[in-house]
């Protein structure tokens, strides 16, 4: 970890990861647009990956690139990629080490589905279980796995899995998700320790309910005061509330954490 001086304090600049190039996937949503946003203000480089909507990415490497102030070299580039694809994954990591001329230090897999339909396991059908796993359990499985062979090695190298605190919530007619997520959380812990000597760590972070797309899908006005009434804080959550703790674990001061799931939750789990 870089130290300013004896006294062994972390580095004070405000562009903790200048130079860093971090790929985001789902970055066309709600979450993951968001630590775009941020880790693109801590100075990183940024690669934006998106399954279908090329134009939420497209507008964000935009907006990145008009307020940097480098000509030479793009601030972000914006990449389609389905996570549950391994040539697809393998090309993203490809992409962004040819465009910033540099292995990337930060993978943040934000791509996730959900079940609109909130069936009980009972209810859930075999093509909806397989497509959850699919993305969310086999998708981070694909970004992990390729972002343990290819990042930094040496100190800066963060692998952060987007989770979820429903794996403690554990509500009705989250069974399929709940559980893609648990697996995830497994992996995540696995592979932390099987990454020793690489300087590399790897870590999930747990939102609660986020006012995002995700969260409103299917559910009623109903139901959304209902999760509103069993938020402690008494709101949802936005996605400014998730994004700083991804910066946080992106950067050297969070080097001693690792293996961890940090729940970002408001107190509702
Ligand atoms: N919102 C919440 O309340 C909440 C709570 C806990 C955890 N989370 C987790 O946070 C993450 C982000 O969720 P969000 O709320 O930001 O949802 P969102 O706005 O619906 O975004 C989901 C993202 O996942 C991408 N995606 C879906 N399928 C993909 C695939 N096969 N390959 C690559 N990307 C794919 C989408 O890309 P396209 O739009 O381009 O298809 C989109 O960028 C998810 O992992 C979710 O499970 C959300």
């Known amino acids: 970890m870089a130290l300013d001086n004896a006294n062994a304090t972390p580095s004070?600049?405000?562009?903790?990861?200048?130079?860093?190039?971090?790929?985001?996937?789902?970055?066309?949503?709600?979450?993951?647009?968001?630590i775009a946003r941020h880790l693109a203000s801590l100075g990183a480089k940024l690669v934006l990956s998106y399954s279908s909507n090329s134009t939420q990415t497209d507008l964000l490497a935009t907006e990145l690139n008009n307020s940097?102030?480098?000509s030479s070299q793009p601030k972000a580039i914006s990449i389609k990629a389905n996570v549950s694809d391994p040539d697809q994954v393998k090309s993203l990591f490809d992409h962004a080490e040819k465009v910033f001329n540099s292995q990337p230090h930060i993978?943040?897999?934000?791509?996730?589905?959900?079940?609109?339909?909130?069936?009980?396991?009972?209810?859930?059908?075999?093509?909806?279980?397989d497509h959850i796993f699919n993305i969310n359990a086999k998708g981070a499985f694909l970004c992990a796995r390729e972002a343990a062979n290819r990042l930094?090695?040496?100190?800066?190298?963060?692998?952060?899995?987007i989770s979820s605190s429903m794996v403690g919530g554990l509500k009705p007619g989250f069974g399929a998700y709940a559980a893609s997520k648990a697996a995830v959380e497994t992996m995540m812990r696995i592979l932390a320790k099987e990454l020793k000597g690489t300087g590399i760590t790897a870590n999930c972070v747990a939102p609660g309910p986020i006012a995002t797309d995700m969260f409103y899908a299917g559910k009623g006005e109903e139901q959304i005061k209902n999760v509103i009434a069993e938020c402690p804080l008494s709101r949802l959550g936005e996605t400014k509330d998730v994004a700083p703790v991804v910066g946080f674990l992106a950067g050297d001061a969070s080097e001693w954490v690792n293996g961890q799931v940090i729940r970002v939750n408001g107190g509702y789990v």
């Open 68 to 70: 940097s102030s480098s």
């Open 107 to 129: 993978l943040v897999n934000s791509a996730g589905v959900l079940d609109p339909k909130y069936p009980t396991i009972s209810n859930t059908k075999i093509e909806d279980f």
């Open 152 to 161: 930094v090695r040496g100190g800066g190298g963060r692998i952060i899995l």
């Open 12 to 34: 004070s600049s405000s562009l903790l990861l200048e130079n860093r190039v971090a790929i985001v996937t789902g970055a066309s949503g709600g979450i993951g647009g968001a």
